[in-house]
């Protein structure tokens, strides 16, 4: 399985961006996606993960801003962040996660919000 991930990027305070993550190889029709970012000097944290069927789970720190979707035809996950804040900054990472369980991970896309 390899997850290609894009759309990072440099942003004001305040802007969006949308990241997407594209699995292919071997996928399972049971599978959850999700993103994870890590800060300098911090560990990974998941930021939101998806169900096939749909159910979402967010980090507190980005419910209400962020909102993940995906498009179970494409094997793609999406991320829309709106209100960026600057402890947003990190690099994030898109995940797969299927029934062994086997994880995978994308290469990761650096997202940096200015102040």
């Known amino acids: 399985v390899q997850l290609q991930a894009s759309g990072g990027g440099l942003v004001q305070a305040g802007g969006s961006l949308r990241l997407s993550c594209a699995a292919s190889?071997?996928?399972?029709?049971?599978?959850?996606m999700g993103w994870y970012r890590q800060a300098p000097g911090k560990q990974r944290e998941l930021v939101a993960m998806?169900?096939?069927?749909?159910?979402?789970t967010y980090a507190d720190s980005v419910k209400g801003r962020f909102t993940i979707s995906r498009n179970n035809d494409k094997n793609t996950v999406y991320l829309q962040m709106n209100s960026l804040k600057t402890e947003d900054t990190g690099v994030y990472y898109c995940?797969?996660?299927?029934?062994?369980?086997?994880?995978?991970w994308g290469q990761g896309t650096q997202v940096t919000v200015s102040s």
């Open positions: 190889g071997s996928i399972s029709s049971i599978n959850v």
């Open positions: 998806i169900t096939r069927g749909g159910t979402t």
């Open positions: 995940n797969i996660i299927q029934p062994g369980p086997e994880h995978y």
